[in-house]
């Protein structure tokens, strides 16, 4: 089952524009992630955030997370061409005594050049 | 650093028949994933290993489909008879950790299988 569900479920902007995109979930966590995919390829991983944790950053990478309301954004700065792809975020809970990592169905963003 | 392998890439078969798909992990990874993603949706796990045993394979439809992970390195996931609905693309990922905690997953470039 996706616990994660990402908003807007598609983004377009202008290259040097910076984009948001949110996740919500629904039960407790122990991280949350973000994950890009290219078309036709695997996931590549971007960023981890802790259930403890508030903030973190990664070049031209924030993510944020409020436990309290089950939501995490992920910012990316100065957008590129490049980083056109599929972003999903993806949450580690323990379920049945191990901890799985649970994707949400993903959103397609645009950079436009 | 090499990544994850799989293979073959594409895979065309017909409804019932049966097919397998291969992965290795990145060397010293003790967690591997197979994952099922479906056109348009996020993937879906179907089963995790640690080494050589089965950590969760509570997603995985077990009437149809198999994996094992021999001597805890390569893997190998098996549909037996496919259904149309198996149309999708199956992802291996691994991770170092024994314990999935704080790790992020590597994952391959994936299989897109289709079923005729």
């Known amino acids: 089952s996706q616990q994660g569900e990402e908003d807007p479920q598609a983004l377009s902007i202008q290259e040097g524009e910076n984009a948001t995109m949110n996740c919500s979930y629904k039960t407790s966590i122990n991280n949350l992630q973000w994950y890009r995919q290219n078309s036709g390829r695997g996931l590549v991983h971007l960023i981890l955030i802790r259930s403890n944790e508030r903030e973190n950053h990664s070049g031209r990478l924030r993510v944020t997370l409020d436990t309290s309301k089950k939501s995490s954004s992920l910012l990316i700065t100065a957008s590129r061409a490049a980083d056109t792809a599929s972003y999903f975020c993806a949450t580690m809970v323990t379920q049945g005594g191990s901890e799985k990592l649970v994707f949400g169905k993903g959103m397609k963003l645009t950079v436009n050049p | 650093e090499a990544g994850v392998a799989q293979s073959p890439r594409y895979k065309i078969i017909e409804k019932r028949q049966s097919v397998a798909f291969w992965c290795n992990p990145i060397?010293?990874?003790?967690?591997l994933y197979w994952y099922q993603q479906i056109l348009g949706q996020g993937p879906k796990l179907l089963i995790q290993?640690?080494?050589?045993?089965?950590?969760?394979d509570s997603q995985l439809p077990k009437d149809r489909f198999s994996a094992e992970r021999l001597k805890g390195v390569d893997s190998t996931l098996k549909i037996q008879p496919a259904k149309l609905e198996d149309s999708a693309v199956y992802l291996c990922?691994?991770?170092?950790?024994?314990?999935?905690?704080?790790?992020?997953?590597?994952f391959g470039s994936g299989t897109q299988l289709s079923v005729l």
């Open positions: 060397s010293g990874h003790a967690t």
């Open positions: 990922a691994s991770s170092f950790a024994l314990w999935a905690t704080n790790e992020k997953l590597f």
């Open positions: 290993f640690q080494n050589n045993g089965v950590v969760d």
